[in-house]
């Protein structure tokens, strides 16, 4: 065969690998940026469905004629379920999230993670919550524009809870995590107090750090008051 015909053969090939090879990439970005996004949105709408269907049997349980008391259960969150709604003005008025127990991998796919260990909501401690910054809805793809004096507002079955930034973000080690002791380190806090701690990763596409604000609890109220001020219509 002549060179020539190999060296047109050569560059042929070559330049079908390259446009295959530049179509699985685009391929891949596209799965990345739009379709996990479009995965998490239905798990994550899922979830709030499923929790304010279980807020409403609730509220109709409690209407109905009392029964014996059930056994004292321990304080805390069934593992894996959503029990509360996030909402960040800063972020958006249409943005809120379900935050359910647990900060595992396939569980940040559905929203928000809740630290097992840290505080309840409300109570003297450290409510510690987790979310991705890129991928799967994006949820805290906004989080560096926290800044003290902003809220973050959270319900569940019972009541609001309005959490006022203090201090943040500040970028650390994900080994770091004095970020969510009851008394968080690094924290404008020295004393106990009701405190809620977020979490996400540190670059944007990356996750070498991770970026840290903290809030205390400035205002409660029962669900039956309505929404809090500030809270987006």
Not at 126 to 147: C, I, M, Q
Request: charge should be neutral.
């Amino acid at each position: 065969m002549r060179p020539d015909v190999v060296l047109r053969l050569v560059v042929r090939t070559f330049s079908e690998v390259c446009l295959t090879a530049g179509t699985l990439i685009v391929l891949f970005v596209a799965y990345v940026l739009l379709w996990t996004g479009v995965k998490a949105d239905r798990a994550m709408d899922g979830e709030m469905t499923r929790l304010r269907d279980d807020w409403a049997a609730a509220a109709a349980a409690e209407s109905a004629p009392a029964a014996a008391p059930a056994p004292a259960e321990p304080v805390g969150y069934p593992a894996g379920q959503a029990f509360a709604e996030m909402y960040v003005p800063r972020f958006g008025k249409d943005w809120n999230k379900p935050v359910l127990e647990g900060t595992g991998t396939e569980l940040l796919k559905k929203g928000l993670g809740h630290y097992p260990g840290t505080a309840v909501l409300g109570a003297t401690g450290n409510f510690s919550v987790a979310g991705h910054r890129r991928t799967y809805g994006d949820p805290f793809k906004d989080f560096p524009e926290l800044r003290p004096g902003d809220a973050v507002i959270l319900k569940d079955a019972t009541a609001w809870y309005t959490y006022t930034v203090r201090g943040g973000p500040l970028r650390t080690l994900p080994t770091d995590i004095g970020v969510v002791d009851p008394v968080p380190r690094k924290s404008p806090f020295t004393t106990p107090g009701r405190y809620l701690t977020l979490t996400t990763c540190d670059p944007e596409w990356g996750h070498s750090h991770r970026l840290v604000v903290w809030a205390e609890l400035t205002g409660t109220r029962a669900v039956g008051q309505g929404g809090p001020e500030g809270l987006p219509s």
